[in-house]
């Protein structure tokens, strides 16, 4: 069973399991919250707002939640804890919105204002913590496949499994469950669906206890990773373990207070985390930024553009009226759309590998923005149902490319710092010689030569370049570390030994912080621009544009190190 558990394909698949488990979440709870906001009374236009917290607060959190994660250490790793967290919120938001009702009624008499509270409250930490948790799993499968090959056809299964989420997300809430056979046991329609969520939640957040996740200890640092398959060393005595235990409490303590102080210093810090980018992730940034824009103004709106635009219908038209009931088919064919675009990804997801392999990444890429624009202008100027349905489905393609290739793009430079983040390399240079100077009072001389782990974590699982690295040869530096000596450096107030200048948890953050920022922006100026231009087909012509600013910014994506060129311009 050991044995099974790390091998590479189930590891694969118990990590993305969780990334499953959160799309399905995601899909269903979000498609289904505006009819209950609309129930309680909340006006469309706050409507909106609401459903704009979560990406909101993702902009302010990522980041930190992302740089926090490259510098933690616990025996569970670095990425699960902030996995654990996240998901302990989306299990509390399953809970708070089809119970919003029955909360609100223990508090007051006056339940209907309490109830919004709750439903928003619910809402908001479902959207927040559900984006917010892609981060460290995104790094935590970095993390596990360093090397190129490995880690796009990591972050392939990634996308399949977001796609199959979706779609198993957007039929859930199509299905009558208070007819079905489970509403005795679980509830009405909205009860039982979020059971079902929660459990089908709980099940996948479970899986990640499996993970074989390298813990990014001090201890794991001083030993190195060759020494992980050498015997084990005998237990320290007695004093020497209290003082281990000792220091490791004092350290958990500096985490706490140095959290503290990163709270008080919110701002700065996050002025400090966008501003100080990468030329190569900040070029890639803008790319994903202009092509998700596009793609959300798609998403967001395509069924409005199918029951106004194709079905001619009116949506504030009263129920039971021609006008009305044209709207609701048109919405209908519009989700069956979505579906088969997230049917399409799937299809894409399975050769993704196979596409790169064959046309390179810079052609796949390149490929799937210019494809997204094309489609676009087809729906503008058709008025066939089927044709931009088909359309809307072959998206698809740019969809499943923008969740796998600058992920992949993201942990190629960092497993080439010295090419593509070179100044960051060096900085980890001038620290680890620092480090080396400080701590020339222990028994045992640390290395001073640069950490061996590129993504800022203890050791990739599989990793080809790990497991063909020599063992260190006898009396080496980096083995005469004793447990004492450790608890004598973090007592010191020694500088972390294992976080180097930047992590890939950071920058896949401010990847991510584009997708937040994809679906902010549209929200607030989209409907403006249907008023003025008095068509919903502004929606798909807006998309399009966004999908040509796309262009011209992917082909300034460092693909390769024949790419850095375009970095010193």
Same mark, same amino acid.
């Given at each position: 069973?050991?044995?099974? *558990?790390?091998?590479?394909?189930?590891?694969?698949?118990?990590?993305?399991?969780?990334?499953f488990?959160?799309?399905?979440?995601?899909a269903?709870?979000?498609?289904?919250?505006?009819?209950?906001?609309?129930?309680?009374?909340v006006?469309?236009?706050f409507?909106?707002m #609401?459903?704009?917290?979560g990406p909101v607060?993702?902009l302010?959190?990522?980041?930190?939640?992302?740089s926090? +994660?490259d510098?933690?250490h616990s025996?569970y790793?670095?990425?699960?804890?902030?996995?654990?967290?996240?998901?302990?919120g @989306?299990l509390? +938001? %399953? *809970?708070?919105?089809?119970?919003?009702?029955?909360l609100?009624?223990?508090?007051?008499?006056?339940?209907?204002?309490?109830?919004?509270?709750?439903?928003?409250?619910g809402?908001?930490?479902?959207?927040?913590c559900?984006q @917010?948790?892609?981060?460290?799993?995104?790094?935590?499968?970095s993390?596990?496949?360093q090397?190129?090959?490995?880690?796009?056809?990591? *972050?392939?299964?990634?996308?399949?499994m977001?796609?199959?989420?979706g779609?198993?997300?957007?039929?859930?809430?199509?299905?009558?469950w208070g007819?079905s056979?489970l509403a005795p046991?679980?509830?009405?329609?909205?009860?039982c669906?979020?059971?079902?969520?929660?459990?089908?939640?709980?099940?996948?957040?479970?899986?990640?206890?499996?993970?074989?996740?390298?813990?990014?200890?001090?201890?794991?640092?001083?030993?190195?990773?060759?020494?992980?398959?050498?015997?084990?060393?005998?237990?320290?005595?007695?004093?020497?373990?209290?003082?281990?235990?000792?220091?490791?409490?004092?350290?958990?303590?500096?985490?706490?207070?140095?959290a503290?102080?990163?709270?008080?210093?919110?701002?700065p810090?996050?002025h400090?985390?966008?501003?100080?980018?990468?030329?190569?992730?900040r070029?890639? *940034?803008?790319?994903?930024?202009?092509?998700w824009?596009?793609?959300?103004? /798609?998403m967001? /709106?395509?069924t409005?553009?199918?029951?106004?635009?194709?079905?001619?219908?009116?949506?504030?038209?009263?129920?039971?009226?021609?006008a009305?009931?044209?709207y609701?088919?048109?919405?209908r064919?519009g989700s069956?759309g979505l579906?088969l675009?997230?049917?399409?990804?799937?299809f894409?997801?399975?050769?993704m590998?196979?596409m790169?392999?064959q046309f390179?990444?810079?052609?796949? &890429? !390149?490929?799937?923005?210019?494809f997204f624009?094309?489609?676009? /202008? #087809?729906?503008c100027l058709?008025?066939?149902?089927?044709?931009?349905?088909?359309?809307?489905? %072959?998206t698809?393609f740019?969809?499943?490319?923008?969740?796998?290739?600058p992920?992949?793009?993201?942990?190629? &430079?960092?497993?080439?710092?010295?090419?593509?983040?070179?100044?960051?390399?060096?900085?980890?240079?001038?620290?680890?010689?620092? !480090?080396?100077?400080?701590?020339?009072f222990?028994?045992?001389?640390?290395?001073?030569?640069?950490?061996?782990?590129?993504?800022?974590?203890a050791?990739?699982l599989?990793s080809?370049? +790990?497991?063909?690295?020599?063992?260190?040869a006898?009396?080496?530096?980096?083995?005469?570390?004793?447990?004492?000596?450790?608890?004598?450096?973090?007592?010191g107030?020694?500088?972390?030994?294992?976080?180097?200048?930047?992590?890939?948890?950071?920058?896949?953050?401010?990847?991510?912080?584009?997708f937040?920022?994809?679906?902010?922006?549209?929200?607030? /100026?989209?409907?403006?621009i249907?008023?003025?231009?008095?068509?919903?087909t502004?929606?798909m012509?807006?998309?399009?544009?966004?999908?040509?600013?796309?262009? &011209?910014?992917?082909?300034?994506?460092?693909?390769?190190? +024949?790419?850095?060129?375009k970095?010193?311009?």
């Amino acid at each position: 069973v050991s044995m099974l *558990f790390h091998n590479r394909k189930t590891q694969l698949l118990l990590v993305n399991s969780l990334t499953f488990g959160l799309e399905v979440c995601l899909a269903a709870g979000i498609t289904y919250v505006p009819p209950l906001l609309l129930e309680v009374g909340v006006e469309e236009k706050f409507m909106t707002m #609401v459903l704009g917290i979560g990406p909101v607060l993702g902009l302010v959190f990522v980041p930190l939640i992302g740089s926090a +994660s490259d510098h933690w250490h616990s025996s569970y790793g670095r990425r699960r804890p902030f996995i654990w967290m996240l998901c302990l919120g @989306v299990l509390l +938001s %399953l *809970f708070v919105i089809p119970h919003a009702s029955s909360l609100a009624s223990l508090f007051a008499l006056n339940t209907r204002p309490l109830e919004i509270a709750f439903l928003i409250l619910g809402i908001g930490l479902l959207d927040f913590c559900g984006q @917010v948790c892609f981060t460290p799993l995104e790094a935590l499968l970095s993390d596990l496949f360093q090397e190129p090959d490995n880690c796009r056809q990591a *972050f392939s299964m990634y996308a399949f499994m977001i796609s199959l989420g979706g779609c198993i997300g957007y039929l859930l809430p199509a299905i009558d469950w208070g007819g079905s056979f489970l509403a005795p046991y679980l509830g009405g329609q909205e009860t039982c669906l979020f059971s079902l969520l929660t459990i089908i939640f709980l099940g996948c957040v479970l899986a990640t206890l499996f993970v074989t996740e390298e813990a990014a200890t001090q201890a794991d640092v001083l030993d190195g990773p060759a020494l992980k398959d050498a015997p084990p060393k005998p237990s320290p005595p007695a004093c020497c373990s209290c003082q281990l235990f000792r220091s490791s409490c004092l350290l958990q303590a500096r985490h706490i207070m140095q959290a503290l102080r990163n709270l008080c210093t919110l701002v700065p810090r996050l002025h400090s985390l966008y501003c100080r980018i990468p030329k190569v992730i900040r070029r890639l *940034f803008v790319a994903e930024l202009c092509s998700w824009m596009a793609l959300m103004t /798609f998403m967001l /709106f395509y069924t409005d553009f199918v029951g106004e635009g194709l079905y001619h219908g009116v949506p504030r038209a009263k129920p039971g009226t021609d006008a009305r009931r044209h709207y609701d088919e048109g919405v209908r064919m519009g989700s069956l759309g979505l579906f088969l675009q997230c049917v399409t990804s799937i299809f894409f997801s399975t050769i993704m590998d196979r596409m790169v392999k064959q046309f390179g990444t810079r052609a796949v &890429y !390149l490929a799937s923005v210019v494809f997204f624009p094309v489609a676009a /202008f #087809v729906m503008c100027l058709s008025h066939s149902v089927i044709v931009v349905t088909i359309s809307a489905a %072959l998206t698809g393609f740019t969809f499943s490319a923008l969740q796998i290739l600058p992920y992949t793009l993201a942990s190629l &430079y960092h497993h080439d710092k010295q090419v593509f983040l070179h100044k960051y390399k060096s900085k980890e240079e001038e620290d680890a010689a620092r !480090l080396d100077k400080k701590s020339a009072f222990s028994k045992g001389h640390l290395s001073s030569q640069k950490l061996p782990y590129q993504n800022g974590h203890a050791g990739s699982l599989f990793s080809s370049s +790990s497991s063909s690295s020599s063992p260190p040869a006898a009396g080496s530096a980096l083995c005469v570390s004793s447990s004492c000596d450790v608890s004598l450096m973090m007592m010191g107030g020694e500088p972390d030994p294992v976080a180097p200048g930047r992590g890939i948890c950071l920058d896949l953050a401010i990847l991510d912080s584009a997708f937040l920022l994809s679906q902010v922006v549209p929200s607030l /100026f989209m409907g403006s621009i249907v008023q003025f231009t008095q068509s919903v087909t502004a929606y798909m012509v807006s998309a399009a544009g966004f999908g040509l600013v796309a262009i &011209y910014f992917a082909t300034k994506v460092v693909f390769d190190k +024949s790419d850095m060129a375009k970095c010193s311009v």
